[in-house]
């Protein structure tokens, strides 16, 4: 892998499983860019993750147009070129059905659904100079639910579909991938001031058929195999990490 040519933008990078993914790429070599709307938590992870040179953080709320091309922009302006493109970004509203506004609703698919469209647009004429990779963070939500999720799910079910069109469209300079993660604890993931002490308990990993709770690291290392170009039969397709749990039947 030449570094040179690997550069790899990752909306949502700053928390979670963005930052996890962030460390994983710095650790394969790529040059990162971390797009997150929340500054405190882009510059300590910039700082954390101590990628020096390779890593810089781009303040970007990816609902907006004009901040996803000032991110396209100021990844080349820094790094020259973009390889990967990690459509990580994303918010949870939960709400009765009957309380959920449409105003929620909207800023929920806007953040979701809408932001890997704008990242997707803007990003494509570069990532077809190097044969790119797009990889979509979806969720088992897409799949399943839990009462109250409408708007979650439905933006990652929408995000599943972006997917296959997205891949269809941009091939095949372009491969364009999704993964839908389960339980995955991002506690120690977070910014430090909001960062939490508390961890799934031997239940929680119980009920899991891999026998435990999900990690970042689980979703990223399948994110880098997916950017990776030696994986250039893959496309179009949705990979779910949940330890097995999409495919548990459970009786009470």
Same mark, same amino acid.
């Given at each position: ?8 933008? !990752? ?6 499983? $963005?930052?996890?993914?962030?460390? =994983? ?8 860019? *971390?797009?997150? @709307? &929340? ?9 954390? +993750? ?35 493109? !990690? ?7 939960? /709400? ?12 929920? %698919? ?7 469209? +704008? @990242?997707?647009?803007? =990003? ?9 990779? *797009?990889?979509? !963070? ?9 009462? #109250? ?5 439905? /933006?990652? $079910? ?20 999704? *993964? ?6 991002? $506690? ?9 002490? #508390?961890?799934?308990?031997?239940? &929680? ?12 690291? &689980?979703?990223?290392? %399948?994110? +880098?195999? %997916? ?6 039969? *893959?496309? $179009?397709?949705?990979?779910?990490? #949940? ?10």
């Amino acid at each position: 892998m030449e570094e040179k040519r690997r550069v790899a933008v !990752i909306t949502g990078g700053a928390q979670g499983i $963005g930052r996890g993914s962030a460390q =994983a790429f710095l650790a394969a070599g790529y040059r990162v860019v *971390i797009a997150d @709307c &929340d500054g405190e938590a882009g510059e300590e992870a910039v700082r954390e +993750l101590a990628g020096g040179e390779r890593v810089r953080f781009v303040e970007t709320d990816v609902a907006s147009e004009k901040a996803v091309e000032r991110l396209v922009e100021t990844t080349l302006t820094e790094f020259g070129v973009l390889d990967v493109l !990690i459509n990580n970004a994303g918010i949870m509203v939960r /709400s009765p059905l009957a309380e959920l506004t449409q105003e929620a609703w909207q800023k929920v %698919l806007a953040v979701n659904l809408t932001g890997p469209m +704008l @990242c997707a647009r803007y =990003a494509a004429p570069h990532l077809r100079e190097g044969g790119g990779a *797009i990889v979509n !963070i979806a969720s088992t939500r897409a799949l399943m639910s839990e009462p #109250d999720t409408e708007a979650y799910s439905a /933006s990652k $079910g929408g995000l599943l579909a972006l997917t296959h069109a997205l891949s269809v469209s941009l091939g095949p300079e372009i491969r364009v991938n999704a *993964i839908s993660p389960g339980w995955i604890d991002v $506690g120690p993931w977070q910014k430090s001031s909001s960062r939490t002490t #508390d961890v799934p308990g031997a239940a &929680d990993h119980r009920q899991h058929p891999a026998g435990r709770v999900g990690t970042p690291e &689980d979703v990223a290392n %399948l994110a +880098l195999f %997916l950017a990776d170009p030696v994986n250039g039969f *893959i496309t $179009g397709q949705n990979f779910v990490v #949940d330890g097995g749990m999409t495919k548990k039947m459970i009786y009470a």
